[in-house]
């Protein structure tokens, strides 16, 4: 919960065009999202179940999947993990004209 609130505010930065936060922090946060969405991909689709959470038992959730809804979670993460993407580089954004 706490990494989509952060990222939720790297995404209102990125829409606005405010700096939040450095590049730097904004890359650790990319890779933490993407590292968590593959092990979501990988629990719910690839891997026997239960695996996951016997490896990593600081992952269990006692809210019932389905893949269905696991799937609709994973493309909702897409645009946070575009705007993490684009935060983490050292290039600034071009304002738009008006």
Same mark, same amino acid.
Request: proline share 7%.
């Given at each position: 919960?706490? @990494?989509?609130?952060? %990222? $939720?505010?790297?995404? &209102? ?8 936060? /450095? ?23 690839? @891997?026997?179940?239960? %695996? $996951?959470?016997?490896? &990593? ?8 999947? /389905? ?32």
């Amino acid at each position: 919960m706490g @990494l989509e609130l952060i %990222l $939720l505010l790297g995404v &209102f930065g990125y829409s606005y065009k405010k700096p939040i936060l /450095n590049p730097r922090f904004w890359r650790y946060i990319f890779w933490a999202s993407l590292f968590f969405t593959c092990l979501n991909i990988l629990d719910i689709f690839i @891997l026997p179940e239960g %695996l $996951l959470i016997k490896l &990593f038992p600081i992952l269990e959730s006692n809210i019932p999947t /389905n893949k269905e809804d696991a799937l609709l979670a994973i493309i909702l993460t897409m645009p946070y993990l575009y705007v993490a993407y684009k935060l983490s580089s050292h290039k600034p954004q071009k304002k738009s004209k008006k």
